[in-house]
Structure formats: structure tokens, C-alpha cells
T-cell receptor
């Protein structure tokens, strides 16, 4: 158990819909990262937050957005969903922005039908 | 883009040491080498990281060459549960830097 909690574990929704994925980082961790992993694809970095502020952006679509709240949990919002958005979405957290390891949650499997 | 090169796949006999190589010839002086693994579709699992000295923990050893252009992750006694995709990542812990995952090495531990 990495200490990072992601909910829900599974989500099935229709095209055009909007969903919210939630991530609770390890206790004390200030940095949160979001990654997408499509079927048989690598892990693609989406976005990073540090203590509530956006720090880095990867290949995140405009239909996707995220935020980190004062209690440090984070949410990833996916809207106008398409079939191609079906993927595993992972959240990771780390203590600092420096050279500390990040720990990953078990992911949310999103299926768009 | 990933800054590392790893073999796409490797086999290892159960109980033997698994030595996973990684080339990072363009590594900068302040970049660390991290290793993660992913078993099936689980979340990536942190294994070990280091700057220039060899490192060892309860899971593995990390050997970094003196010129830091390559490293080897050693699983001393591989078990079937070590079958996974192993990722080597170089990263500077600066403001806004994330972990860039390449395709990794698919390690199969064989009985």
C-alpha cells in the first residue's frame, strides 16, 4: 500500500459525459502528479500540483482540468468524454519537489462507452 | 522525451539475480536515476534512486557507473512476483519537473 488513495477504482460512462477522479496523497506530501495510461501504452504525464498551485503541464487535453485543494487532495476533471479517453489514470504524490521519490496510487480505470 | 534507453525485454530464471541495464548517456550532473516497476496494470512501484553512489535497499541494488552514463538495477534473487515492466528515469528535482516514463524493460521471471 503506497498510501495514495484514488477513487473510484472503476468508472464506466458514456461519450460526451463529464467525470471527476479523486486523489488523496500520502500524509504530508505536498506534490501531486496525474498520469494517463491507455491500453498497451506508456505512462503519459498530464499535470503536477504543488501545495495547491500548478507546477507543470504535460500533454493534457483542454477538455481535462485538475486542481489541488487546501487539504492537498486533488481532482482530475475529464469532460466531453470520447472513446479514446478510456484509460487508467494514476495519481502520485511526493513530499517535496526535490529529489524525493513519488508514490503512485492504484489508479482509476475509466471506460467510455 | 525519455532520456533513457532500456532493452525492451529480458528473461531471468527464478532464484537468480536479475540485472536490468539502463543507458543515460546525456545525464546531467544534478540528475538522479530512479527505478520504478509496474506489475500488470497496477500503479507504478518505487524501487530505488541514486545520484552517483551505489545504493541498496530491501528491494534491490542500484549500480551507477563512474561516468554516470549508465546504471544497472539488480534484483538479487528474482521471484515470479518480480515479473513486471521496469522503468529507468532520470530526473532533476527542480521546480516543476515530473517523472518521464519511457517504454521500460519487460522482465519475465521464469520458473
Amino acid at each position: 500500500d503506497s498510501g495514495v488513495t484514488q477513487t473510484p477504482k472503476h468508472l464506466i460512462t458514456a461519450t460526451g459525459q463529464r467525470v471527476t477522479l479523486r486523489c488523496s496523497p500520502r500524509s504530508g506530501d505536498l506534490s501531486v502528479y496525474w498520469y494517463q495510461q491507455s491500453l498497451d501504452q506508456g505512462l503519459q504525464f498530464l499535470i503536477q500540483y504543488y501545495n495547491g498551485e500548478e507546477r507543470a503541464k504535460g500533454n493534457i487535453l483542454e477538455r481535462f482540468s485538475a486542481q489541488q485543494f487546501p487539504d492537498l487532495h486533488s481532482e482530475l476533471n475529464l469532460s466531453s468524454l470520447e472513446l479514446g479517453d478510456s484509460a487508467l489514470y494514476f495519481c502520485a504524490s511526493s513530499l517535496l519537489q526535490g529529489n524525493t521519490e513519488a508514490f503512485f496510487g492504484q489508479g482509476t480505470r475509466l471506460t467510455v462507452v | 522525451d525519455a532520456k533513457t534507453t532500456q532493452p525492451p525485454s529480458m528473461d531471468c530464471a527464478e532464484g537468480r539475480a536479475a540485472n536490468l541495464p539502463c543507458n543515460h548517456s546525456t545525464i546531467s550532473g544534478n540528475e538522479y536515476v530512479y527505478w520504478y516497476r509496474q506489475i500488470h496494470s497496477q500503479g507504478p512501484q518505487y524501487i530505488i534512486h541514486g545520484l552517483k553512489n551505489n545504493e541498496t535497499n530491501e528491494m534491490a541494488s542500484l549500480i551507477i557507473t563512474e561516468d554516470r552514463k549508465s546504471s544497472t538495477l539488480i534484483l538479487p534473487h528474482a521471484t515470479l512476483r518480480d515479473t513486471a515492466v521496469y522503468y529507468c528515469i532520470v530526473r532533476v528535482g527542480n521546480y516543476g519537473q515530473n517523472f518521464v516514463f519511457g517504454p521500460g524493460t519487460r522482465l519475465s521471471v521464469l520458473p
